[in-house]
């Protein structure tokens, strides 16, 4: 069945460091491809995605591409903030209507 | 736009009381989802709907678990009885025609503790 990997966290950095967080899936057909963010004590919200192949989804300064050859979808900012502290899910979505998250991965980022 | 509205925010009960949890997805949206979120298990689907059918309970960890939709406006999960193991937060989310390729929109959350 589809499933999600992501790196393991805390992943903790300095303000203005170079933020990558790995996701790989495993799913059949071609699913569209998803990063959510949470901020403490609130729901997720979207925070970018990519539909197909080759195609980079980014928003507020990060970016993802999609690449089946590898079948991954990292999440990548050049230089992170305080205020982007919180927790990001990789998520997948099939052609069933049904959206399947990773683990989570926290990140805290210190002045 | 309102957004995915959900109630109670935040709710304690006792253990063997039932709970209830609603959700008003975004008007228009063809889709609702419901997830649990805990430490241990991450975020769980437990269940959608697709123009207030249900498609897929196979989250739905046991029958203590039930979900209506009786209109495009409305969802309900219940747990009956409650138990410990129960505490999480359980967001509703929404999406005008499912998850492929469409944002899925998810509400705050209710914090829920089973004591």
């Known amino acids: 069945g589809n499933s999600v990997t992501q790196m393991e966290g805390p992943v903790t950095l300095s303000e203005e460091a170079f933020l990558t967080i790995n996701c790989t899936y495993t799913a059949t057909g071609y699913p569209s491809l998803f990063w959510y963010v949470q901020y403490p004590g609130e729901g997720l919200q979207l925070l970018l995605k990519a539909t197909k192949a080759d195609d980079k989804g980014s928003n507020k300064g990060f970016e993802a591409t999609y690449r089946k050859e590898t079948t991954s979808f990292h999440l990548e900012k050049g230089s992170v903030q305080v205020s982007d502290s919180a927790v990001y899910f990789c998520a997948l979505a099939g052609n069933t209507g049904k959206l399947i998250f990773g683990q989570g991965t926290t990140l805290q980022v210190k002045p | 736009d309102a957004g995915v509205i959900q109630s109670p925010r935040h709710e304690v009960t006792e253990m063997g009381q039932e709970v209830t949890l609603r959700c008003k997805p975004i008007?228009?949206?063809?889709?609702l989802f419901w997830y649990r979120q805990t430490m241990m298990r991450g975020l769980e689907l437990l269940i959608y709907f697709n123009n207030n059918v249900p498609i897929d309970d196979s989250g739905m960890p046991e029958d203590r678990f039930s979900a209506k939709m009786p209109n495009a406006s409305f969802s309900t999960l219940k747990i009956q009885p409650s138990e410990p193991r129960d505490s999480a937060v359980y967001f509703c989310?929404?999406?005008?025609?499912?998850?492929?390729?469409?944002?899925?929109?998810f509400g705050e959350g209710s914090w829920l503790t089973v004591v």
């Open positions: 989310a929404s999406s005008p025609h499912g998850g492929d390729g469409n944002t899925i929109y």
């Open positions: 008007s228009g949206h063809d889709y």
